[in-house]
């Protein structure tokens, strides 16, 4: 798609009204002090997508707490990835019900991924009656819209269209904190990998016009920002399809000139898109963390083939190889997923094998759980719940004993660590080093926010250090 004047795509100028009527709406129907309660599951796009909420929310001036049952706005942003957190979301709108008896006031909304697919909006439609607002994850500027109309006497509000329009920039954020941050680059996903909802509810690819990132990874400099996440389902393909002429790798060069002490981060890479220029920009810019998160799901090629992610495991494991030339001390996560439809107790025996030839850093893994309207949830699942547990729990011990040894080969050198938290004790801090592993160390807290030299003095079950003068 073409994403072209992008000025036009501004926060709409009906939305900020509609946030100052608020301000007064909601003191007249909650008091001095309204109070709002973000319930954020799932991933780091959803998080991203809180702060906006929250930017707005506090400008109609809502106090946050992290206490539903005390709230007057409850929001529930919602994860649909697996069926598990959808289950919890159930569990914790149902408990609303009570606080509304006490409270009829309250107002509760859930969006998100769950909530865009239509299956689970018809189900609260139907057997959740006090849910007042139900709206789609391409509709988050219009959250003060639905908000006045529903607090303003209107019905409940389900609002859920998907149509890939231009990006709605400068939506107000509050961001949750002060050293790292988000900062999304793309939204949507064109992959379709059989098992994944993600290209369902949240729509086509769409990449945010690099001017404005730009403009907002300085300012995130500006304020302090040490560590800053570029997001996309599959940052590589950043740009494609655009009227603007600059490719993913081209963007982490142009952040890299940004003036500032701090580190870029990115994810999620798909391996068929990630290439060697990617990997030159990660070498040549001194800011880009050496940690590259490339998820591979199966290790066999059959599955790969099943999961529709075009690459095998012998491209994979060369592109592995392209960046431990490039960059000898990268540290390299993944995803995996064990017991996708199908799958043989052999295929992931070859899983087992490229985890213990990569050797990464660490891993997210992942029991298949089968999501409705996927291609996958319809194939042939002849293996039980308790084998895949079985499979899952080898998997687990493979990566941690790998784990262990990777953490051990640490003692004795140094790392840049960014101080970014207050250890579990005075006198304690803690950070994470370029390839994102977590350190503690000895030092004072008004040290939070420095990037410290540390030497790795042992490790039992988490790396320790000490300042390196
Ligand atoms: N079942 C299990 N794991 C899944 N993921 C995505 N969809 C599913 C599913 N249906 C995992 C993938 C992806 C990560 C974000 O979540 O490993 O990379
Ligand atoms: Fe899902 Fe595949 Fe897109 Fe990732 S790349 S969001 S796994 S469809």
Aim: neutral net charge; contains cysteine; proline residues 4%.
């Amino acid at each position: 798609m073409q994403i072209s004047n992008f000025e036009k795509y501004v926060f709409p100028p009906e939305q900020m009204a509609y946030i100052k009527q608020l301000k007064s709406l909601t003191r007249r129907i909650y008091g001095d002090n309204p109070k709002a309660c973000v319930v954020t599951y799932g991933c780091q796009q959803n998080v991203s997508d809180s702060e906006h909420y929250k930017g707005m929310l506090s400008l109609m001036g809502f106090e946050f707490i992290n206490e539903p049952s005390q709230a007057d706005f409850i929001l529930y942003n919602t994860c649909a990835v697996r069926g598990h957190a959808e289950d919890r979301v159930y569990g914790n709108i149902g408990v609303v019900k009570n606080y509304k008896r006490k409270r009829e006031n309250i107002i509760l909304a859930v969006c998100g991924c769950m909530a865009q697919q239509s299956h689970v909006a018809e189900r609260i439609r139907k057997s959740y009656p006090y849910v007042d607002i139900v709206f789609g994850t391409q509709l988050q500027h219009r959250l003060p819209e639905f908000l006045y109309k529903r607090l303003s006497g209107g019905g409940r509000i389900f609002e859920l269209s998907l149509e890939n329009k231009e990006i709605v920039e400068d939506i107000p954020i509050s961001r949750d904190g002060e050293l790292k941050g988000w900062l999304p680059i793309m939204y949507g996903c064109n992959n379709f990998c059989t098992y994944c909802i993600v290209p369902y509810v949240r729509g086509r690819e769409r990449s945010r016009h690099p001017v404005k990132i730009l403009a907002e990874a300085r300012e995130m400099v500006k304020a302090g920002f040490k560590d800053i996440t570029l997001l996309g389902q599959n940052v590589n393909s950043y740009g494609k399809g655009c009227d603007f002429n600059m490719d993913f790798a081209d963007l982490i060069r142009e952040i890299n000139n940004i003036e500032g002490d701090f580190r870029i981060r990115f994810m999620t890479s798909h391996p068929k898109d990630c290439t060697l220029k990617l990997l030159d920009a990660m070498r040549d810019c001194e800011k880009v963390a050496h940690h590259l998160h490339l998820p591979f799901q199966s290790g066999s090629d059959r599955i790969l083939k099943q999961m529709n992610r075009h690459y095998d495991r012998k491209t994979y494991l060369e592109l592995i190889e392209a960046a431990r030339e490039r960059i000898p001390d990268i540290s390299i996560t993944s995803d995996i997923i064990v017991g996708f439809p199908g799958e043989t107790y052999d295929d992931f025996k070859e899983t087992l094998s490229l985890v213990e030839k990569v050797r990464f850093s660490s891993l997210f893994t992942f029991i298949y759980s089968p999501r409705e309207g996927t291609p996958a949830s319809v194939m042939d699942d002849p293996i039980s719940r308790e084998e895949k547990g079985k499979w899952f729990n080898e998997l687990l011990a493979l990566q941690d004993k790998i784990a262990k040894e990777n953490s051990k080969s640490f003692i004795g050198k140094t790392f840049r660590v960014l101080c970014d938290d207050y250890g579990k004790a005075p006198g304690i801090m803690s950070g994470h080093t370029s390839g994102n592993c977590s350190v503690e160390f000895e030092a004072d807290k008004n040290m939070l926010g420095e990037f410290l030299d540390i030497e790795i003095t042992d490790y039992t079950n988490m790396l320790s250090g000490k300042i390196v003068k």
